[in-house]
């Protein structure tokens, strides 16, 4: 398993470790799981951006629900 070392301030630290005390983790497992899940939103929303761009540079229109169930029939609910 690789390391990766950060420095922080020792008010940083002492913040941290707080936190992960409260949440009954490691200091470690906190800053990985919160870096992680942080950067895994930033990349989702980034590729949703590039996509809605490429789409309205592509000219593509939406359909509304009422045009989709018409084509492909209503639910039977």
Not at 24 to 41: A, H, I, Q, R
Request: without cysteine; hydrophobic residues 35%; aromatic residues 12%.
């Amino acid at each position: 398993m690789a390391m990766i070392s950060i420095r922080v301030s020792d008010a940083e630290k002492e913040w941290l470790t707080y936190m992960a005390d409260f949440y009954g983790v490691s200091l470690s497992e906190l800053v990985k799981d919160y870096s992680m899940t942080e950067l895994e939103d930033e990349y989702d929303q980034l590729v949703a951006k590039v996509a809605y761009k490429r789409y309205q540079e592509s000219g593509q229109k939406s359909l509304s629900m009422d045009q989709i169930l018409e084509e492909f029939g209503g639910s039977d609910r």
